[in-house]
């Protein structure tokens, strides 16, 4: 018997844009049809998303544009391989709050090239 593979929501927005919202509402009604859900967010609440975070705060932030990128991205990997894909091989639904595409769209904007980004 095949094993049931997890599935991968992403919501992605401005801040402000409702995002949590939905993530909440979507997260309460499929745990409501009794499927397991995992509700995360980048960047993420620890170590280098936390670092990030901080660093974004800073108004005296000297971080340079692909520096951020970097660190978004090293964020992103270790949440990928601490979260999201143990929860996806053990059948899990995972939503979260903002993935790749926002790397793409607010370096982007920031002049980073979406290939490097990518």
């Excluded at 670092?51 to 692909?66: F, V």
């Amino acid at each position: 018997m095949a094993k049931k593979r997890g599935i991968f929501i992403v919501f992605e927005g401005i801040d402000g844009s409702g995002k949590s919202t939905h993530i909440r509402l979507l997260s309460q009604e499929l745990q409501g049809l009794g499927f397991d859900v995992l509700t995360t967010a980048e960047p993420t609440r620890t170590g280098i998303g936390r670092l990030i975070r901080e660093s974004i705060e800073a108004p005296s932030s000297q971080m340079t544009s692909e520096v951020e990128a970097l660190l978004f991205a090293a964020d992103r990997l270790n949440h990928v391989k601490r979260l999201i894909e143990p929860a996806l091989v053990a059948g899990r639904i995972v939503v979260s709050d903002r993935y790749v595409h926002s790397s793409l769209a607010y370096q982007g904007e920031r002049g980073v090239n979406l290939e490097w980004i990518r």
